[in-house]
């Protein structure tokens, strides 16, 4: 009978097969999703975790110039 008739994709005895398709994407995704959260947050952490020394360095180097400047500075009022 598919011979004859040809074959349809949308209408196999009744069954919508783009819906079938529209649904099984969507519960794909939706399976995924807690998936593509966790490559999220590791990616985050991994970025977070590589800019911690450089912040360290930052605040150390601020804090270590500031305590040069301000002992080394003159009191302008001993002239």
Known sequence: MVIA???NATDICG???NAA??????VTIA???PY???VVAV???VIAML???FQLVAASTQCI???IVYTHIQDQNED
Request: negative net charge.
């Open 21 to 26: 398709y529209t649904f099984c994407f969507w």
């Open 43 to 45: 990616i985050l952490l």
């Open 65 to 67: 110039m500031q305590a």
């Open 15 to 17: 069954v919508d097969v």
């Open 5 to 7: 008739t040809g074959y």
């Open 31 to 33: 399976q995924a999703v």
């Open 36 to 38: 593509l959260l966790l």
């Open 51 to 53: 800019n911690v020394p």
